[in-house]
């Protein structure tokens, strides 16, 4: 069973452009949750998704926004890039939603996002 | 809010050594905890979990046992192997939030 993808794995952009992210879940899978990875702030969730609604959101500005769409598949977009969005985005999977006893999440390699 | 504290890295040691990483956590409920685990160039794994007080997850030679009393998950080895070296999370996520908190993670450099 193939496992999370992300595309692009790299992606340099400059200050002021915007990105779009992509994530496919394995298939099954209806939750998709993002996490932003820095070194100074460690791993942070961004939001998630469930059968294309977006069910919980962490504390990011609006610049920060996603969507899923009916096969599940997520994308995430950044808009006006700044510095400091430069970070390893990671998005995870899973069946259900949550941690539940018999849950666990996914994780793809990420999307390594380089602002200039 | 909630919050998960690591202990700072790297974290060297020699192959065979015994590990402990330190994890202590701040909830306002009854948390799951886990640890997930980083390999070069891979995304996160999980790597073993706990539901409740007492719990003890367990994988590939790894623990960690979930303490109410003293808010902690201590992830243990007993002989670690250079295969081990890699990025160490430990996470908290509260069935009414449906998001991990995670700790700042703990670099783990095993030396043959």
């Known amino acids: 069973k193939a496992g999370v993808t992300q595309t692009p794995r790299y992606l340099i952009k400059t200050r002021g452009q915007q990105v779009t992210l992509s994530c496919s879940p394995i298939s099954g899978h209806r939750s998709v949750s993002w996490y932003q990875q820095t070194p100074g702030q460690g791993l942070q969730f961004l939001f998630e998704?469930?059968?294309?609604?977006?069910?919980n959101k962490g504390n990011f500005p609006g610049r920060f926004s996603g969507r899923q769409f009916s096969n599940s598949r997520s994308e995430m977009n950044v808009s006006t890039l700044e510095l400091g969005d430069s970070a390893l985005y990671l998005c995870a999977s899973s069946f259900g939603r949550g941690h539940m006893t018999n849950e666990k999440l996914f994780f793809g390699s990420g999307t390594q996002l380089s602002v200039l | 809010g909630n919050s998960v504290t690591q202990m700072e890295g790297p974290v060297t040691l020699s192959e065979e050594a015994f590990l402990t990483i330190n994890c202590t956590y701040t909830?306002?409920?009854?948390?799951?905890l886990f640890w997930y685990v980083q390999y070069p160039g891979e995304g996160l794994q999980l790597l073993l979990k706990a539901t409740k007080a007492d719990d003890k997850g367990s994988n590939k030679g790894f623990e960690a046992t979930y303490r109410k009393e003293t808010t902690s998950f201590h992830l243990e080895k007993g002989s670690v192997q250079v295969s081990d070296s890699a990025v160490y999370f430990c996470?908290?996520?509260?069935?009414?939030?449906?998001?991990?908190?995670w700790g700042a993670g703990t670099k783990l450099i095993i030396k043959p």
């Open positions: 909830a306002t409920g009854y948390p799951s």
């Open positions: 996470a908290l996520s509260e069935d009414s939030n449906y998001q991990l908190i």
């Open positions: 998704y469930f059968s294309e609604t977006q069910r």
